[in-house]
């Protein structure tokens, strides 16, 4: 089955039985589902994450209880912009009034309190956090088609801030995890740990990761449509 094919079986499952939230309709989108505040605090008692100190989370719905969490634990949240059109935005809680920290885990909230940082100059990334549309019990995920978590991962490792090899979740419905293999592609980040609202599952057979951006895959438009890619191809790879 190809991806698009089982992020159309997702999507639809999510909404014929009521586990879509809003944004609605969830096609098209990271789907945000019941449960995500469940899955949050499932995450939470993961060692790798309770102890870190720099979490990048991505700026999707399902995962505003993960970034709600780590602000009002004292985590540095390196939160990409949508579409990464903006680069990155770095929360610093110390900077957050403690009443604001459930507006600063918003989109845009997180443009009112968050700081911009190109990457290179952004804290050492502990762990991180990605949304999916499907993922499979040994890592294999699936987003929703436009590669921006990808494009993400490349730089944020190409620059030297997050490792290649540093712990990655997911949080997802029950139902979005799937039976292994999902298909992949050569630039495709697997993750770790699969945590819904019931469970957690550690991906010990996880796919290796790429090991930065993979240039002679990169699309030129999407070059030209993210200046930070754009940016970092011109600073780095001259």
């Given at each position: 089955?190809?991806?698009e094919?089982?992020?159309?079986?997702?999507?639809d499952?999510?909404?014929r039985?009521?586990?879509?939230?809003?944004?609605?309709?969830?096609?098209?989108?990271?789907?945000?589902?019941?449960?995500?505040?469940?899955?949050?605090?499932l995450?939470a008692?993961?060692?790798?994450?309770?102890?870190?100190?720099?979490?990048?989370?991505?700026?999707?719905?399902?995962?505003?209880?993960?970034?709600?969490?780590?602000?009002?634990?004292?985590?540095?949240?390196?939160?990409?912009?949508?579409?990464?059109?903006k680069?990155?935005?770095?929360?610093?809680?110390?900077?957050?009034?403690?009443?604001?920290?459930?507006?600063?885990?918003?989109?845009?909230?997180?443009?009112?309190?968050?700081?911009?940082?190109?990457?290179?100059?952004?804290?050492?990334?502990?762990?991180?956090?990605?949304?999916?549309?499907?993922?499979d019990?040994?890592?294999?995920?699936?987003?929703?088609?436009?590669?921006?978590?990808?494009?993400?991962?490349?730089?944020?490792?190409?620059?030297?801030?997050?490792?290649?090899?540093?712990?990655?979740?997911?949080?997802?419905?029950?139902?979005?995890?799937?039976?292994?293999?999902?298909?992949?592609?050569?630039?495709?980040?697997?993750?770790?740990?699969?945590?819904?609202?019931?469970k957690?599952?550690?991906?010990?057979?996880?796919?290796?990761?790429?090991?930065?951006?993979?240039w002679?895959?990169?699309?030129?438009?999407?070059v030209?449509?993210?200046?930070?890619?754009?940016?970092?191809?011109?600073?780095?790879?001259?």
């Amino acid at each position: 089955m190809r991806k698009e094919e089982i992020r159309k079986l997702v999507w639809d499952r999510m909404l014929r039985e009521n586990i879509a939230r809003f944004p609605l309709p969830p096609h098209g989108r990271i789907p945000n589902f019941v449960g995500a505040e469940k899955a949050a605090k499932l995450l939470a008692e993961l060692e790798p994450f309770a102890r870190a100190e720099v979490l990048k989370i991505n700026p999707d719905s399902p995962q505003r209880p993960v970034r709600y969490w780590a602000l009002t634990n004292g985590k540095k949240v390196v939160m990409p912009t949508p579409r990464i059109r903006k680069g990155f935005l770095l929360l610093d809680p110390e900077r957050i009034p403690r009443s604001a920290l459930g507006y600063a885990s918003t989109i845009k909230g997180a443009f009112r309190y968050g700081t911009p940082v190109k990457p290179w100059n952004l804290p050492r990334i502990d762990a991180a956090v990605v949304g999916s549309v499907a993922v499979d019990t040994e890592g294999r995920r699936i987003g929703k088609g436009e590669g921006y978590s990808e494009i993400e991962f490349g730089v944020l490792v190409e620059v030297g801030v997050l490792d290649r090899e540093a712990p990655i979740a997911t949080t997802v419905h029950d139902v979005q995890v799937l039976p292994p293999p999902l298909p992949t592609d050569p630039w495709d980040v697997s993750v770790d740990y699969i945590i819904t609202p019931t469970k957690v599952i550690r991906a010990v057979k996880r796919p290796p990761r790429p090991e930065g951006i993979l240039w002679e895959l990169m699309p030129e438009k999407k070059v030209e449509e993210i200046p930070i890619l754009k940016e970092l191809r011109e600073r780095f790879r001259r």
